[in-house]
């Protein structure tokens, strides 16, 4: 025994065994609690995580303080060391405490900061546990003390210790490794370093101080290691105990959760197989159906239990394949599945009932043989879908998508899209653009336009695409030259229009027409059209004049320029047929062969030709420094070749003729490479020759260029009789200036003549039918007296038919009749008549009956009110002369001109020859329309036929009428003669009669026509305008009465003159709003009364109506240029009268509600009376009018689509009118409007 100093501090060893016993006890506790850790997760169950949380919570405490202990039983002191059992305890139960709060940590979802703050926590437990356990040490004499700085260093351990555990824990928590890991016996060992480096830190942290003087010596460590193995021998019973536990809790599990999840597995698989909208079937290897769903069952129109167990080879079922050939066994798919255990993808398969020939449904399978590990077929899964209606879907797709196809390929324009997305690639090319590129289409799609074309080519089509994406709207190239892929030029027109998908441009669609063609004949028709423009000018001013030499001059210039040649030549032969140059045309440079032969007269000697060349060598004399060539061939044969019948000789290049030398050296003197000449002939006989020369190289000459020199010699042999009749003509001329002076001095008296009588009869008529109108609508005159008026009034009527008879007689015997042709419905035409004379033939106990063809037009075009005249002339003569039985027209189409068979009538083709339009429509061979009146009527003799058609001649029949004045045939024949046909009769006495006419087939399809109904009846001028003036001047003292009882009813101020002068006097005094002025007065006529008031500037606002009876065109365009605004032909009707006077003044009347009839169009939109277009071209200036007269009567749309664009945007209904009547080209229409209004050039 040995005495120390007392207060010394007591030294202290380790026993290495029990160190390292306390580490392996550290590292099997840590392993057992990181295996807890797995089983205290969220996914366990309470109960589970309860339970492994208190018997971990012993099993860990246990270790970590059995390691503890076990680690202060490894320290060895000089004293002996006594434990206290309470505190001993106290730290065990502290650290089943800590283990416990560890795994309730384990068990938290995830790893977070509540989490990291009870790792602090279980730190501090342990150290806790630790302190108690050293605590609960006693060693007698001894006092212990603690070095702070060490203490938290230990306490530190214990924390970090902690939250790396729990860290570690975490991770091996959500590993996916099961059993033994090599990472949590790495962590195991990493965490029993921390907890002995905690507890030896604390140990560290204790010194222990004696307090007396008491002998030291060291305990012999038998004792303290027998208690240590039997600690640690218990504990890691314990550990290994509870590892063993939960290894076999593990398995149990896992094994419980893979059953669990097979099952679900199973019970979803079936669930989703039932709920799999497509048909659904589970196979045995050897084909049995072990699992089918409803959509299966409803395709194979079977029931589970009827499909449950049965082979899918024996169902009631045929497959075909996708065209519809029925399949045999071995190419069945499931077989072929089952045998090559291979999976079949997306096949379209038919099925069929077995009794059926076609499928009568088509289903999209898939087959997926699945093999177990072993390499053997398990099981066979089959899907399909039911892809029937899709199929006929697809099927219309596609025929539409090959229909499509087809149109693109048959459009002649090239049609291409470029993919935008795609670097401009080509997605469509069709068959047009094959042949304008060159390139075939599967050898241009994915590419772009410059695998295509030039690159400067490509560039100009790719700047216009870049146009398309800035403008986003379509943009055109009206010409493109490229070079397709055979090198030819191609002139394109192209279009490129954007195909915009959701705002945006996917696609360029681009239409190129190959106008190589079109321009190349343009180029070549406008060389043409200015070649025979210059053509055309050259005749004329060769027509322009009879003087020879400037004919020849000017034809010899004139064809120069025209073909652009070197040289042009007129060669005249002398009666012995030797000849000279007279006239010549050429261009600057070249010597001139008329200056030659007038210093060389040798040269004169028919040096034109090469048939037979005969040569005559001159010697060089003073005269003529060098030789001269001739050629005596034409001389010596009269004119060659050119009087044997040859129009024309033509050499393109003189040295490739294969002429003789002797003729190339009369060529070569004239400088020619190439020529032309063609004879010139006079009354048939060989005059001269014309020759075209070009001196500068050879030349092919075009046959429009040969044609233009034949054309001229021809004018120039017209010329030449021209100038040789001259002296015959004018020696005629004078005679015929008399004859003619006669026969104008006779016209005019004939003319003077009608117009008087015309003016004689009609204003006597005017009176009468006027007055009888004002009669006829006094309320107080009685029934009686009504009746004797309309009696009256028909006479005046039936007078003035015999008057316009007897004056249209006139006019067409002086050639003055003219066919107004305009389109209206033929339809209404005869429907009209039908009506007309419908109430005549019934009070008569006749039938008249009306038959149309069923290919008659509905539209024509010829002289309308002509067409009625000749109708109803024949229709009313019928009838006149038959007492009983049946009229019948009947109108049918007729593919020739009607031939008379009658021999009464075979002076009717000499009729036909004097007619040149019956010739020229029967020439043609045009399609007629063929009208035929026939009657059960008298009959005509034939020797009283011939009479029809003369003027005043009537038959027996007609004269016993006392009816008629034998003009109605007369003038209705001259009639359909003027509209292109000619009148025929075939007549039997007591028979009946047929008359039949025939009229060119001008049909149109729809025609515009404004029909005229039943005008208003005015009855008093509208409130609210100003009092209106108008002078009346007549010599007529009835015809003013008449006017003033019209005028002033209506409620205008009427003055009234006599004679031209009393007007002007009245005018100049009274300044009236409106002039009716006659124009055939005494003292001074009307028409210069109406010049001396237009030729003031106030008479320009007077606006001035004539009142004439004739019935000339050229007298009304006399009263138009007079001044006269306008004209009323007398007799007159009221109601045209003041049409006139509102159309000129604008006067607003006030009409008859019950008469008031709108005018209706046969065209819709828009619709229009002639009034309402009349009075909306009176709007417009006289200057303006005179250019839609004269547009319509050129037939230009776009000089009218011109004025059209000067009319005032106010005046729509004129701009729309005037747009539909130019749409449909009804120039006519316009032309007869403006002519009503007396608009003229």
């Not at 060119?1000 to 003036?1029: D, F």
């Not at 309402?1172 to 749309?1197: C, R, V």
Request: hydrophobic content about 40%; proline content about 4%.
């Amino acid at each position: 025994m040995e005495s120390l100093i007392a207060m010394t501090v007591i030294q202290s060893r380790y026993q290495p065994s029990l160190v390292a016993f306390s580490f392996l006890i550290a590292v099997i506790a840590s392993y057992t609690a990181l295996d807890l850790a797995t089983r205290v997760t969220p996914q366990s169950s309470a109960k589970s995580r309860l339970l492994w949380t208190l018997g971990g919570a012993v099993a860990m405490g246990t270790g970590i303080w059995s390691m503890h202990f076990i680690g202060m039983l490894a320290l060895q002191l000089p004293l002996p060391v006594t434990y206290n059992i309470a505190i001993t305890l106290l730290s065990w139960g502290v650290a089943i405490i800590a283990s416990g709060l560890a795994l309730l940590l384990f068990s938290r979802p995830k790893l977070s900061l509540g989490v990291f703050f009870g790792g602090v926590v279980m730190g501090l437990a342990i150290a806790s546990m630790h302190y108690l356990g050293m605590a609960g040490m006693t060693v007698s004499g001894v006092m212990m003390e603690y070095n702070l700085w060490r203490v938290l260093v230990s306490v530190a351990i214990a924390i970090i210790a902690s939250v790396v555990a729990l860290g570690l824990a975490f991770y091996l928590r959500n590993s996916t490794s099961s059993g033994f890991n090599l990472w949590k016996v790495g962590s195991a060992v990493v965490m029993g370093i921390a907890i002995g480096g905690m507890h030896y830190t604390g140990i560290w942290a204790m010194s222990m101080v004696e307090q007396h003087s008491v002998p030291l010596n060291f305990i012999e460590t038998n004792a303290n290691s027998g208690l240590a193995v039997q600690i640690g021998i218990v504990t890691l019973i314990l550990l290994l105990g509870t590892l063993v536990t939960s290894i076999f809790d593990q398995r149990y599990t896992s094994q419980l959760v893979y059953q669990n999840s097979l099952e679900q597995s199973e019970n979803s698989f079936r669930s989703l197989i039932r709920e799999m909208p497509v048909g659904v079937l589970l196979l045995s290897p050897e084909g049995k159906i072990i699992l089918s769903n409803k959509v299966a069952q409803d395709l194979l129109l079977q029931t589970e239990p009827e499909l449950k167990g049965k082979n899918i080879s024996l169902l009631p079922w045929k497959f075909f394949d996708e065209e519809s050939k029925a399949l045999t066994e071995k190419m069945k798919p499931i077989q072929q599945a089952i045998e090559q255990g291979k999976p079949i993808h997306n096949l379209i398969l038919g099925i069929a009932q077995e009794t059926s020939p076609q499928p009568g449904a088509w289903l999209l399978l898939n087959i997926d043989p699945q093999l177990n590990p072993a390499g053997e077929l398990e099981r066979i899964v089959c899907t399909f879908n039911d892809i029937t209606e899709r199929r006929k879907i697809d099927q219309k797709l596609a025929e539409s998508q090959q229909f499509l196809n087809t149109i693109i390929d048959n459009i002649p324009l090239a049609i291409y899209v470029k993919n935008i997305d795609d670097n401009f690639q080509f997605v469509l090319w069709n068959q047009a653009s094959e042949n304008i590129f060159g390139v075939k289409r599967d050898n241009i799609l994915g590419k772009n336009i410059y695998d295509l074309l030039r690159h400067e080519e490509a560039d100009s089509f790719q700047t216009h695409i870049l146009d398309v994406l800035t403008k986003k709207k379509p943009v055109e190239i009206p010409e493109i030259l490229i070079h397709n892929a055979t090198g030819n030029e191609v002139l394109l027109k192209t279009q490129k229009i954007p195909i915009i998908n959701h705002q945006k441009i996917t696609y360029i669609l681009c239409m190129s027409e190959n106008i190589t063609d079109k321009k190349n004949t343009a180029i070549a028709l406008q060389a043409s059209l200015e070649r025979e423009q210059a053509l055309a000018k050259a005749i004329q001013r060769i027509r322009q004049t009879l003087d020879i030499k400037t004919i020849f001059s000017t034809t010899t210039s004139e064809l120069r320029r025209v073909i652009n040649c070197d040289r042009v030549v007129v060669y005249r032969f002398r009666p012995d047929w030797s000849g000279e140059f007279i006239a010549e045309s050429l261009n600057p440079g070249w010597i001139s062969l008329f200056e030659e032969q007038n210093s060389n007269p040798s040269l004169q000697e028919n040096s034109i030709e090469n048939e037979r060349c005969t040569v005559k060598l001159f010697e060089n004399n003073s005269s003529s420094p060098s030789p001269l060539v001739q050629d005596t061939y034409l001389k010596d044969n009269q004119g060659g070749l050119y009087n044997q019948g040859v129009n024309y000789t033509a050499v393109s290049d003189i040295y490739q003729a294969e002429f003789n030398q002797c003729y190339i050296d009369l060529l070569e003197s004239f400088q020619a490479k190439a020529y032309i000449i063609v004879p010139i002939f006079s009354n048939e006989k060989l005059w001269g020759l014309l020759a075209t020369y070009q001196n500068s190289s050879p030349r092919h000459w075009q046959e429009v260029e040969i044609n233009i020199a034949i054309q001229i010699s021809n004018q120039l042999g017209v010329a030449l009789q021209q100038t040789q009749l001259l002296e015959t003509t004018q020696k005629q001329s004078i005679e015929l200036q008399k004859a003619a002076a006669a026969a104008d001095s006779a016209s005019r008296a004939k003319s003077e003549f009608l117009a008087s009588m015309s003016h004689e009869l009609r204003t006597p008529l005017n009176a009468i039918l006027g007055f009888t109108q004002l009669m006829n609508q006094d309320p107080l005159l009685s029934s009686k007296h009504h009746k004797y008026v309309e009696i009256i009034n028909q006479a005046g009527e039936h007078l003035l038919t015999l008057i316009n008879d007897i004056l249209e007689m006139s006019k067409i015997e002086a050639g003055r009749t003219t066919i107004n042709q305009h389109q209206f419905d033929l339809i209404n035409l005869l429907d009209g008549l039908r009506k007309m004379l419908q109430i005549k033939t019934e009070s008569q106990g006749l039938k008249l009956k009306f038959q149309y063809a069923e290919d008659l037009p509905r539209y024509l075009k010829t002289d309308e009110g002509k067409l009625r005249q000749v109708l109803l002339n024949l229709l009313s003569n019928a009838i006149k002369f038959t007492p009983q039985g049946e009229v019948i027209l009947r109108a049918k189409r007729e593919d020739q001109i009607f031939q008379p068979e009658s021999p009464s009538t075979s002076n009717l083709a000499d009729l036909d020859r004097e007619n040149p339009a019956v010739n020229s429509y029967n020439q043609q061979g045009l399609e007629f329309i063929l009208f035929e009146v026939e009657d059960t009527g008298l009959g005509i003799s034939p020797e009283e036929i011939n009479l029809l058609f003369e003027p005043f001649k009537q038959t027996e029949s007609g004269r016993n009428s006392n009816q008629g004045t034998g003009l109605g045939l007369a003038i209705s024949r001259k009639y359909v003669q003027l509209m292109g046909g000619d009148i025929h009769v075939k007549s039997q006495l007591g028979v009946g009669s047929l008359f039949s006419f025939e009229i060119p087939n001008n049909s149109l399809e729809y025609s515009p026509v404004i029909q005229k109904v039943a005008k208003p009846k005015a009855i008093s001028i509208a409130p609210g305008q100003p009092e209106y003036k108008i002078l009346v001047v007549d010599d007529s003292s009835d015809s003013r009465l008449l006017m003033n009882e019209l005028l002033s009813e209506i409620g205008f101020k009427i003055e009234n003159a006599e004679n031209g002068q009393e007007a002007i006097d009245y005018w100049k005094t009274w300044q009236p709003d409106l002039i009716l002025m006659d124009v055939r007065m005494p003292v001074m006529d009307g028409l210069t009364a109406t010049k001396l008031i237009k030729a003031t500037s106030l008479g320009q606002k007077t606006k001035i109506l004539a009142l004439t009876a004739s019935v000339f065109e050229e007298d009304q365009q006399n009263i138009l240029a007079s001044g006269c605004d306008d004209f009323v032909a007398k007799p007159f009707q009221t109601e045209n009268l003041l049409a006139k006077i509102s159309q000129h003044l604008g006067v607003q009347y006030i009409y008859q509600q019950d008469e008031t009839q709108l005018e209706k169009s046969i065209l819709n939109p828009p619709q229009s009376s002639e009034a309402d277009l009349s009075s909306l071209i009176n709007t417009m200036s006289p200057k303006w009018q005179g250019e839609l007269y004269y547009a319509a009567a050129q037939g230009s749309d776009e000089k009218i689509v011109g004025l059209i664009a000067e009319i005032p945007p106010e005046n729509q209904k004129l701009i729309g009118i005037l747009n539909q009547l130019n749409l449909n080209f009804e120039f006519q229409t316009i032309l007869e409007i403006c002519t009503a209004i007396n608009i003229t050039l």
